[in-house]
């Protein structure tokens, strides 16, 4: 899991009077688990006579197996966390 | 923060052997804090004719305050998660 623990503030220290710990948690997470870690920064250019037609969709949640491109795993990443992230979608004029 | 715990399995339970305290955490995140959490699914549709020019740069790290443009955030965003993430640009041609 892509995330990092910047604190865990216990309250464990000296519990004896109570039966349940306070555990608080800071997370800091990072939003892309695995996608070209070997990079510093994972940007992409694109030109525009480039682009799929007539829609192109990309990914903004970082879990697509085809990223740049969308694959749709955001609705499972949507699912398990809650979230409400989605695509990016460039659409060129269909010919006519 | 936009995370949620999933379960916190503690070993906190009978401690009088240890001092210290084992917490197991399994955060499960979501990657968009704040932008329109409204809105079922943040999906968004451009016409390439509507494209900003020379270059639309896109966040993809749902911390810009201009989103869906990227304002530079992904530059905080990473250094603080030691995460990689970076826009998207579409460059269109130049004129002559
Ligand atoms: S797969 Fe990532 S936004 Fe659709
Ligand atoms: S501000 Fe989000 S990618 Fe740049």
Chains 1, 2 share one sequence.
């Not at 000296?14 to 990079?39: D, G, H, L, W």
């Not at 697509?64 to 694959?71: A, E, G, H, T």
């Not at 979230?83 to 460039?90: A, E, K, Q, S, T």
């Amino acid at each position: 899991m892509a995330y990092t623990l910047r604190s865990v503030s216990s309250a464990v220290s000296s519990t004896r009077a109570s039966r349940f710990s306070t555990v608080a948690v800071r997370a800091s997470a990072q939003i892309n688990p695995s996608i070209r870690k070997s990079e510093e920064k994972v940007a992409d250019f694109v030109k525009v006579e480039d682009l799929p037609k007539p829609k192109a969709v990309y990914c903004r949640c970082w879990r697509s197996s085809k990223f740049p491109m969308c694959d749709g795993a955001h609705v499972k990443h949507n699912k398990e966390t809650g979230d409400n992230v989605g695509p990016l979608v460039i659409e060129s004029p269909t010919a006519k």
